[in-house]
């Protein structure tokens, strides 16, 4: 029985989450991959999860869960669930840097489900390190990762102030910092331009008028793009602002590095444990920003650090493609549960970019 059942969010026409984009991998393998759910609301998801789940788990011979926690935490539970008691494989990914504070404000509830899986993941050490305070079991860390060849890099040194963000605008991705630090910024550059991208969220409307409070040049919201746009913005662009207050393993972030982008971001969840402050990125302070600002600054005149960055980045997305993560993957989904093949390895990695950051 070499089929896999995979709870995640798949929208149609959405972003894929990375959980979404290993199936479309596995199956030129000779694996038969159901994916739940398609569903636009986490209410249909939940339907989709108490329904099909109930019919496909006992023909699955691996469940694949992702876990974002939050509200979605409802359903991801029931999959959970279900499979426990279908005594199937059950793997779990962990994919949100807010599930932190999620477990501490519903400890019992997350730990009874977060010990069913057979092998709990993360992308990075950043929850492994976290979730081990609140005695949550995590087996082992596979990097998230993207398609290298769909990325087009150019190597900068001399940038133009063109400003790219690529979050929603909601209060978790902080627009607002974005928005303040260009307007620092455009004093200096009145040329300089900001491409905000992303979600439309329960920040629109302020932010736009934040935009037209501070009397802003040049910025353009661009609304939720394909995934398929993305090199192409990375081209038009120069500078990345990641402004997030929460984050895990941002694929955003890998996705600039393939391009050259050098980054500009806040040092915050596992950011730090993701990135070489000062050698493949910047970090500033999460809210402040007048230090993002003052970083974009610096790169829009000194070449050399721009340079180091762009090719820093680069090859840093050359380590995280699927040629690299499949192994771990397939050690994972098909090899005997709570594979130690994984721990070591990753460990030392973690501690390694643990010490290399401070």
């Not at 402004?243 to 393993?249: A, P």
Request: with cysteine; net charge positive; charged share 25%.
């Amino acid at each position: 029985m070499n089929k896999i059942l995979i709870v995640t969010p798949c929208v149609p026409g959405g972003l894929p989450t990375q959980t979404s984009v290993i199936a479309g991998r596995l199956n030129p393998a000779g694996v038969r991959i159901h994916l739940i759910s398609k569903a636009r609301t986490r209410v249909g998801r939940l339907i989709d999860v108490l329904v099909r789940s109930l019919w496909l788990i006992p023909q699955c011979r691996v469940v694949l869960v992702d876990v974002f926690g939050e509200k979605a935490f409802v359903y991801e539970s029931f999959a959970i669930l279900y499979a426990s008691l279908w005594k199937r494989r059950l793997v779990v990914t962990l994919r949100n840097g807010m599930l932190p504070d999620f477990i501490n404000r519903w400890p019992r509830w997350t730990r009874f489900v977060l010990a069913k899986p057979h092998t709990v993941l993360a992308p990075h050490a950043f929850l492994q390190q976290r979730l081990a305070r609140a005695a949550i079991r995590i087996d082992g860390v596979i990097p998230n990762f993207i398609d290298l060849e769909k990325y087009t890099y150019r190597r900068r040194s001399s940038l133009k102030p063109r400003f790219l963000y690529l979050r929603g605008l909601d209060p978790v991705y902080n627009p607002e910092m974005a928005i303040r630090a260009f307007a620092l910024v455009q004093r200096h550059f009145s040329d300089a331009s900001l491409t905000m991208v992303g979600r439309e969220g329960s920040d629109s409307v302020r932010i736009r008028a934040l935009v037209r409070e501070l009397g802003l040049r040049n910025v353009r919201f661009a609304g939720l793009i394909a995934k398929s746009e993305i090199p192409r913005l990375a081209d038009e662009h120069d500078i990345h602002l990641h402004t997030n207050r929460f984050e895990n393993m941002p694929v955003s972030i890998i996705e600039m590095w393939a391009c050259g982008l050098p980054i500009v971001g806040t040092n915050v969840g596992g950011m730090p444990y993701l990135v070489k402050d000062g050698v493949d990125a910047i970090l500033v302070p999460s809210e402040d920003h007048a230090a993002m600002a003052e970083a974009c600054l610096k790169l829009l005149v000194e070449p050399i650090l721009v340079e180091r960055l762009s090719l820093s980045g680069r090859r840093r997305s050359e380590g995280l493609t699927w040629a690299h993560v499949k192994p771990m993957w397939e050690r994972t989904l098909f090899a005997a549960p709570r594979s130690s093949q994984l721990r070591p390895t990753m460990s030392r990695e973690g501690a390694k970019r643990n010490h290399q950051t401070g």
